[in-house]
């Protein structure tokens, strides 16, 4: 079985700071990963994703995550952070050869000026 | 292309009535899913299709039917909604049916039963 576990439901930063969202992963094959945001009112949109070809990895707006499978960590980071990024984030792993999304419990991402 | 589209955005039930919420997507994809968003609990499966004329259960299927009677489709019902189907809905489709797809959403229908 897979899952998906997002450490802390709201996070809080200031304008510049410097953004960490965690994501921890459980998988016995090896996993396909994803972030993706949903800004208020709104579906769900990509952000990146691993999927096996490099560790780090780059998506839009200027976010990057690691992966690291000594620690089952898949953590979204973003240096500076803008008051246009604050939503709720959602970390996933691919479940299965169908495209099944597993997603964790989602981040709310607050920033303050 | 409007890539997913969901009808309607909003409704309001009274406990016991039925409804269907569609979900058409213009992108040719083959696999399609319906998801419930809840406060704390991320995004859970409810049914997917992998195909036209196919759908299989997900994680919480209880309460609702589907179908995929077009490729183009996918439609989702409640006979008797309840109070603990109050939340949001997501359809999503994926071209392919391998693991490293993205999944494209819908706008999401935000469903209210009193």
């Known amino acids: 079985a897979q899952s998906v576990t997002q450490l802390g439901s709201h996070v809080s930063v200031s304008e510049g700071a410097l953004v960490l969202l965690r994501c921890n992963y459980s998988?016995?094959?090896?996993?396909?990963l994803f972030w993706y945001v949903q800004y208020p009112n709104q579906g769900l949109q990509l952000l990146l994703k691993y999927t096996s070809a490099a560790t780090l990895v780059k998506g839009i707006n200027g976010f990057e995550a690691e992966f690291k499978k000594s620690e089952t960590s898949f953590h979204l980071t973003k240096p500076s952070a803008h008051m246009s990024d604050a939503a709720e984030y959602f970390c996933?792993?691919?479940?299965?050869?169908?495209?099944?999304?597993?997603f964790g419990q989602g981040t709310e991402l607050s920033v303050k000026p | 292309n409007a890539g997913v589209t969901q009808t309607p955005k909003f409704r309001v039930l009274k406990t016991g009535q039925s409804m269907t919420l569609l979900c058409a997507q213009d992108m040719n994809h083959e696999y399609m899913y319906w998801y419930r968003q809840d406060p704390g609990m991320g995004l859970r499966l409810i049914h997917y299709s992998v195909g036209e004329g196919t759908t299989a259960k997900g994680e919480v299927p209880d309460g609702y039917n589907v179908s995929r009677l077009k490729k183009q489709n996918f439609l989702l019902g409640l006979e008797s909604a309840a109070p603990s189907q109050t939340s949001v809905y997501f359809c999503?489709?994926?071209?392919?049916?391998?693991?490293?797809?993205?999944?494209?959403f819908g706008p999401g229908t935000r469903l209210t039963v009193l």
């Open positions: 999503a489709s994926s071209p392919l049916g391998s693991s490293y797809n993205e999944q494209f």
């Open positions: 998988s016995s094959v090896p996993p396909y």
């Open positions: 996933a792993v691919s479940g299965w050869t169908g495209g099944k999304l597993i």
